[in-house]
């Protein structure tokens, strides 16, 4: 009888803990569509968003630049943006949210690495030397230039607000911060947003929008592929680090 190998069963127990996460998201996920879709005809949720979005439109073209100011400002204040911006879908739909988050978001995404670069940069110093991911992040610039700007704006392991600080500190050049935070926030947002108009079509117009529903999955691919492609990028660049 041949003796247990320790070392494999750790990777078996280490793999298999991924694999039960990846089972219960989806599972997750479809209680909480379920609930939301029972919520709204309890408590009539689509009339409701109807009467919110009918009174952002009314401002005309203030309601969006108010909402982009409002977004800048939660980014700026280290507000959670996935909140802000379920709620520019559920306000203005696929196409006006699309462009009003993505304005918001790099707008104030900017604001917050300039803040850190020039205004308040020991005051972060002190608030991130104690982070771990902060000091990998640093160590992969330096070691790596503009494409860690990209690949950590696909990682969900990279905090939003971690990254809009964090990068303030590190030597990045500021328009290549912007430009690639920019492109790669990009996706995540149409997927947040168009996901979110293909719900709230749904509970307002009690119909399926399989549009939406098309473009959300067609993203969602999209975005699958670019995080695996950018965890590949990453490891191996960390790989050569060390």
């Given at each position: ?47 409701r ?6 009174w ?54 900017s ?23 902060f ?77 939406l ?30």
């Amino acid at each position: 009888m041949k003796p247990t190998d320790p070392s494999k069963n750790a990777h078996i127990s280490s793999s298999s803990a991924p694999r039960k996460k990846s089972i219960w998201r989806p599972i997750v996920l479809g209680f909480i569509i379920i609930a939301l879709m029972v919520l709204s005809y309890v408590f009539n949720l689509g009339g409701r968003l109807g009467e919110l979005r009918e009174w952002i439109l009314s401002l005309g073209s203030y309601g969006p630049l108010v909402y982009i100011l409002i977004y800048i400002v939660a980014v700026v204040f280290a507000i959670p943006g996935s909140i802000i911006t379920i709620l520019g879908g559920v306000l203005f739909g696929s196409v006006v949210g699309v462009v009003a988050v993505s304005i918001g978001s790099t707008i104030g995404a900017s604001l917050a690495f300039l803040i850190s670069r020039y205004v308040a940069r020991e005051a972060i110093v002190q608030r991130f030397e104690s982070n771990k991911k902060f000091h990998r992040l640093d160590q992969l610039t330096k070691e790596h230039g503009a494409i860690i700007v990209a690949i950590t704006r696909l990682l969900p392991f990279f905090p939003f607000n971690l990254l809009n600080y964090g990068f303030g500190l590190t030597q990045v050049p500021f328009w290549t911060y912007v430009f690639w935070s920019w492109v790669c926030m990009l996706p995540g947002t149409v997927l947040y947003v168009v996901g979110t108009d293909a719900v709230v079509s749904a509970i307002s117009e009690k119909r399926i929008p399989w549009g939406l529903i098309i473009i959300f999955v067609i993203i969602l691919g999209v975005i699958t592929i670019l995080v695996n492609q950018a965890r590949k990028k990453l490891k191996s660049k960390e790989g050569h680090q060390k």
